[in-house]
């Protein structure tokens, strides 16, 4: 009865966890976190845009690392179309001694990052909207005021090789919502290092 018992409050807390985390058509969770400046960035910071390319990510992910400079041409290529990056690290300092603040602000120093680049100390942002690895993508459309996942992913088809890329999912995904229409797909698999967390 016992082993019924807690498989069973296992399986509700398996339900609820599941269900908190985002699909395309979901509302976004508002998140208000520390820039590497020292600021406080929030999602409604973003309600002139047009839609936020939110990407999770950190500093020592080989893949992560992989996909730095298509973030920020990402960032370059659409921030006057109304669709800024904000990336935030999700990491657990304690398990990822790299990915302190400090560390965030040197790599962001040494790559120039055009866009935020936010800590998620807490780690309830990432929790909240279902990210699995970094680097992960969550494309933002402005819906009247309120921001909508769109798409769900990965930023293209080729992790560790720019130049042999085929398919641009962020890209592909953005020119579907300039068309007036949903993107196709709307969420891929991504492909990078598991979310660092002591839970």
């Known amino acids: 009865m016992k082993t ?5 409050a296992g399986f ?3 339900t609820v966890f ?10 976004a969770v508002e998140f208000n976190l520390k820039n590497i400046d020292g600021k406080m960035v929030s999602l409604s910071d973003y309600s002139d845009q047009k839609g936020v390319i ?10 992560a690392k992989a996909y730095e400079n298509r973030i920020i041409q990402l960032h370059n290529n659409f921030l006057e179309k109304g669709y800024p990056v904000v990336a935030i690290n999700p990491n657990d300092e304690e398990i990822s001694p790299e990915d302190t603040f400090e560390k965030m602000k ?25 990210a699995t690895r970094t680097p ?5 459309q402005n819906d009247r005021g309120t921001f909508r996942v769109v798409y769900i992913g990965a930023i293209d088809d080729n ?5 042999a890329v085929i398919q641009r999912y ?8 300039e068309a007036g229409a949903k993107p196709d797909p709307e969420f891929t698999k991504a492909i990078g290092c598991t979310i660092k967390t002591k839970d």
């Not at 019924?4 to 069973?8: A, N, P, R, S, V």
């Not at 040197?106 to 929790?127: C, H, I, M, S």
């Not at 992960?136 to 933002?140: D, S």
């Not at 962020?170 to 919502?177: F, G, H, K, Q, R």
Request: glycine fraction near 4%; charged fraction near 20%.
């Open 170 to 177: 962020v890209e592909d995904a953005i020119a579907s919502l």
């Open 18 to 27: 599941a269900d908190a985390q985002l699909k395309p058509g979901d509302r």
């Open 136 to 140: 992960h993508i969550y494309l933002l």
């Open 54 to 63: 939110v990407v999770f990510t950190c500093n020592p992910c080989p893949f």
């Open 12 to 14: 509700l807390m398996f």
């Open 4 to 8: 019924i018992l807690l498989t069973f």
């Open 106 to 130: 040197e790599r962001a120093g040494e790559k120039n990052f055009p866009f935020p680049y936010l800590k998620d100390e807490t780690q309830a942002v990432y929790k909240a909207y279902g």
């Open 159 to 163: 992790a560790m090789d720019s130049a």
